[in-house]
């Protein structure tokens, strides 16, 4: 996985779980086929950020690294390396 300039993304979820279903990028919506590892940075995380949750998950054209900012409520894509 290719490390990339944190890029704004929306993200839906499901309302279960509050693990991402799709993702919009560039005006399309790509289906998060699964979630392959997730890091929770909730409880311990670094004073100079905020609390995230960072999810590898993988698409029908790539993998994809999800970081969700709690304090900021934001989605960024961090990494990215294709299929």
């Known amino acids: 996985m290719v490390n990339k300039t944190p890029t704004e993304v929306r993200v839906r979820c499901g309302w279960t ?14 289906p998060v086929i699964s979630i392959d590892h997730v890091r929770d940075e909730l409880a311990a995380y670094p004073a100079d950020r905020c609390p ?5 998950i993988s698409t029908p054209g790539a993998r994809m690294r999800l970081t969700f900012e709690r ?3 934001r989605w ?8």
């Open 17 to 30: 779980d509050g693990r991402p279903r799709t993702v919009l990028v560039d005006d399309e919506q790509v």
């Open 52 to 56: 995230r949750r960072i999810f590898d």
């Open 71 to 73: 304090r900021r409520r």
């Open 76 to 83: 960024l894509v961090e990494g990215l390396e294709a299929a």
